[in-house]
């Protein structure tokens, strides 16, 4: 394998079994090197969200291999899953999910405490993130307190708050006017160009897209190319 590649898909497929059996994904190939910005895009009920969550290792396939770091997912224990999802994953999901009880500041330095990290450091850290993501001026505020583009661009720190080698973003910008989108897409290219942060985003902007380094299409659960 190429050591480059920080992500590996070998054969993936994803069937969800039930009373309507669905293929969601069918023997996906697919690799990403470390540093590469890439949008995935696809119509509804393409794949894309499953896609990002096996990467993501919060689901597993139903056949084939995923290795993110030269580490194959299946041979894990669940004591290693977590700590590779801790390690390497950052993940932002098309709503937020902030707490809605506690400032933008807590909201990054809860992850941290949970892991142990001590107090100042987590604080030192949420407010370095904070001001990364433009946001710093509203460390104080509640999430009903900040406008939807914020409380995205809170979000996306918070994913980075564990040094994820990864972030995966599933339509960050889904529930956003264009400015604000257009604030959230240029967050990510700066964490791109300036941390050369591994990224995959899934996108319906094509403008957007076709800025990345790579677009990755995928329709009806396999990866056109
Ligand atoms: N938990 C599940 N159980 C059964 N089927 C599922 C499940 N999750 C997804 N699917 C099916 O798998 C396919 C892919 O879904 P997925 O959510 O990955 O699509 P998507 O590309 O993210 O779509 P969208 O753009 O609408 O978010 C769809 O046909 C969907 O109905
Ligand atoms: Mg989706």
Redesign the pocket.
């Known amino acids: 394998m190429d050591d480059d590649n920080l992500i590996v898909l070998e054969n993936v497929s994803k069937t969800?079994e039930?009373n309507i059996k669905?293929e969601?994904l069918k023997n996906i190939n697919l690799s990403i090197k470390k540093g590469e910005f890439c949008s995935l895009m696809?119509?509804?009920?393409?794949?894309?969200?499953?896609?990002l969550y096996l990467i993501g290792a919060l689901d597993i396939p139903s056949s084939g291999e995923i290795y993110i770091n030269s580490q194959a997912i299946s041979k894990l224990n669940e004591k290693q899953l977590t700590k590779l999802r801790q390690d390497y994953i950052g993940l932002v999901f098309q709503f937020h999910f902030l707490l809605p009880e506690f400032t933008a500041l807590e909201n990054l330095m809860i992850p941290q405490l949970l892991i142990k990290v001590p107090k100042d450091q987590a604080k030192k850290k949420s407010l370095e993130l904070l001001e990364k993501a433009n946001i710093l001026h509203k460390k104080d505020n509640r999430p009903s307190q900040m406008s939807g583009g914020e409380q995205q661009r809170v979000a996306i720190a918070r994913s980075l708050v564990n040094n994820p080698l990864i972030l995966l973003a599933d339509?960050p910008t889904g529930n956003l006017d264009s400015a604000n989108s257009k604030n959230i897409y240029s967050l990510l290219r700066s964490l791109n160009e300036e941390h050369n942060q591994t990224i995959l985003v899934?996108t319906h902007d094509q403008n957007f897209a076709s800025q990345t380094n790579r677009i990755i299409e995928?329709i009806d659960?396999k990866i056109v190319v």
Request: hydrophobic share 30%; net charge neutral.
């Open positions: 969800f039930g669905s969601a696809g119509p509804s009920g393409s794949g894309k969200s499953t896609l339509e899934v995928i659960g």
